[in-house]
Every structure is written in structure tokens, then in C-alpha cells.
């Protein structure tokens, strides 16, 4: 006898991956329903990506809901990308918003909705327990999601997390009414960036303020455009007229609009530290081994994960590892199953 399978929300973005989502879970018997959540003020992508939600749960059949939280994603993922950006480091805004957003107060309103479940397009595996890195290289996103809450993993399911984008791609142009989907634009990384992160800082902060370029003994050797242009481990943008070697960005000054630069032996790092730890091991003792992403693209490095008071711990790796950048997130890894992280100091 087939136990029933319990209710199911999908944040439905409009896109492939929200929608070939709620395909997979349909097939597999769940009871679905569908949520787009606005977040950003763009007004105008909001209605058009309504407008593709709603096709897509009229072609489905399922119940769909819009969720305004634009107050709450700007005082919790909008202001704090700027702010960070104003102290000199480099955000991830995803991270802040998969947390307190997306498996935040979506998954509480999937529970008023009495869902039992809720889903995503991510890339990525889930088993109940941990979450695991997606079966595409390429598209693995379990990066970013380091930072939510263990008590929700029990409820999540990721049906795209043993798909190639390229296969669920296919899979949408075999449905006339949604081949269109196959086709769309990727959305953007951070979804209220249309161009550049520059454009959106110079909304609220004075961005473009020239400054001066050290070298690690303090030495004058150049000029900049202002700090916010910058991220640790850049190689462009800042003028060293004299210099014949390439430079890098270590450091960054925002008291003083200053750029400390150096070769990239100067910059690599061996030992670092992080703040707001989340972990989704249940006794991780008082240290551990594992690998660890210091940034999304970058490969993992094994590394010795020392805990210590107020959610904070130090990394040490087995090598030094290049351009490990204030304010980004560092992802713990054992193999695929991602361990949880923190954010760089």
C-alpha cells in the first residue's frame, strides 16, 4: 500500500529550474503548490516573471501564491550588501537571503499553508540530514547554502540536484506551452544587480572618491578609483605606474580610501578566521577536518577547522590558498556533503 505523499511548496521563480521542479515532484505523486516571492523593487520583472509563474501552475494545475517580503529582503539582504561593501569587504548577499529568506520566512509560510515539504531549483541533493553537492559541476550550488538553519533540512527536497542544466533544459522544450523557458535568459547572481554592484552602491554611498595604492611596506606606489571598486585578490582597475610586476589587491582601507597591493605570493593565505559559524554536524568536538571553499568557483582545499567562543573558529590549511576575501563565505566540505561554514574575517 502506497503511503500518500505530503504537500509540497516550490518557490517558483518563473524560470526552467523553479518549473521542471514542480514537473518532477508531480510525477512523483507529491501535492503541489507553487510560491514567487517578491523581493527586490524592480516592478517590471516582477509582473513578468508573475506572468510565467502563473502559466506555468495554470499548465500544472496547482495551487500558486506571490509572497511580498520586499521590506524584509531589504533590511536583511539589501542594506547589509551595502553596508559591507562600505566597510571595505566583499559580500554574499545569496547566502544572507537563502537563510533568512528563501528556507527563512518561505518555509514558514509553506508550514501555514500545512506543506510539508518545500522545494527548490536548486542544484543540489538532500537526504533529510545534510545537503550535498548537485551531480552538475557546473551548477552545484550547495555553496550557498552553508548558512541556513539545520532544523529545516528534514523538510527540503531538491529534485534537480542529480540533473545536468542542460538535460532539465531539453526537458522544458518537450512542453510547447513552456519550451520557451529553454531559452530564457540565466537570471542574474544576485537578483537585484542588473549590471554591475557599482550601479547599486552608487544609489546610497559616494563610490568614486580617488585614494591611494601601498605597497605592503606602506610606501605611496599608486592611485585608485575609490575602495568599493575593489575586492581582495584583483589585479585591475588601480594604477602602479612604476611597477613591472603584476599586483594584487590584499588589503583593503576604508578609514582611509587606501589599497594595500602585493605579488601573489603576498596575498595567499594559510590561515584565516571566520564569525557566525553555522554547522550541521551534531557533535563537532572542538575541531575537525574537512575541505573548504573560500569562494564559489574555487576548487575545495583541505583544511583543520579549530572552533572558539561566540560562533567564530580559525582555518588552517594544508596550503596557501589565493585572494581569501573578507566577508565572502567559506563552505566545509567531507567529500559532496556539505558540513556548513561561515563568514570570513
Not at 538535460?167 to 540565466?186: F, G, R
Request: aromatic share 10%.
Amino acid at each position: 500500500m502506497n503511503v500518500p505523499r505530503k504537500k509540497v511548496l516550490v518557490a517558483m521563480s518563473g524560470g526552467v529550474d523553479s518549473s521542471m521542479t514542480t514537473k518532477l515532484l508531480l510525477e512523483q505523486g507529491y501535492p503541489v503548490e507553487g510560491c514567487y516571492m517578491k523581493l527586490h523593487g524592480n516592478e517590471q520583472m516582477h509582473e513578468q516573471n508573475i506572468a510565467r509563474v502563473e502559466r506555468v501552475a495554470r499548465y500544472f494545475n496547482i495551487p500558486w501564491h506571490v509572497l511580498d517580503r520586499q521590506d524584509l529582503f531589504h533590511q536583511s539582504v539589501y542594506q547589509p550588501f551595502i553596508d559591507i561593501y562600505s566597510q571595505g569587504q566583499t559580500p554574499n548577499p545569496c547566502t544572507f537571503c537563502n537563510r533568512l529568506i528563501k528556507f527563512g520566512t518561505l518555509f514558514e509560510f509553506a508550514r501555514e499553508l500545512d506543506c510539508h515539504h518545500l522545494a527548490t531549483g536548486h542544484y543540489v541533493k538532500c537526504d533529510g540530514q545534510y545537503i550535498y553537492q548537485g551531480d552538475d559541476p557546473g551548477k552545484d550550488q550547495s555553496y550557498f547554502l552553508f548558512n541556513i538553519e539545520p532544523r529545516i533540512i528534514p523538510h527540503l527536497l531538491f529534485p534537480l540536484g542529480s540533473w545536468r542544466k542542460s538535460d532539465v533544459k531539453a526537458m522544458a522544450a518537450d512542453i510547447p506551452l513552456l519550451a520557451s523557458l529553454a531559452t530564457q535568459k540565466e537570471s542574474s547572481e544576485i537578483c537585484f544587480v542588473e549590471d554591475s554592484y557599482i550601479d547599486v552602491l552608487r544609489e546610497h554611498l559616494q563610490v568614486d572618491q580617488p585614494g591611494k595604492v601601498l605597497d605592503t611596506s606602506g610606501n605611496v606606489v599608486g592611485s585608485h578609483r575609490g575602495y568599493m571598486h575593489y575586492t581582495v585578490g584583483q589585479r585591475k582597475g588601480f594604477d602602479v605606474p612604476l611597477s613591472h610586476t603584476a599586483l594584487y589587491v590584499k588589503q583593503i582601507l576604508p578609514k582611509t580610501n587606501e589599497l594595500v597591493v602585493g605579488t601573489r605570493e603576498e596575498i595567499n593565505l594559510q590561515r584565516f578566521a571566520v564569525r557566525d559559524l553555522n554547522l550541521f554536524l551534531p557533535d563537532p568536538g572542538q575541531e575537525f577536518t574537512c575541505e573548504v571553499k573560500v569562494r564559489y568557483r574555487n576548487p575545495k582545499a583541505p583544511a583543520r577547522v579549530l572552533l572558539g567562543a561566540g560562533g567564530s573558529a580559525t582555518i588552517e590549511l594544508e596550503r596557501p590558498e589565493y585572494a581569501i576575501a573578507p566577508g565572502q563565505a567559506a563552505a566545509f566540505y567531507e567529500g559532496t556533503r556539505l558540513l556548513g561554514g561561515g563568514y570570513i574575517v
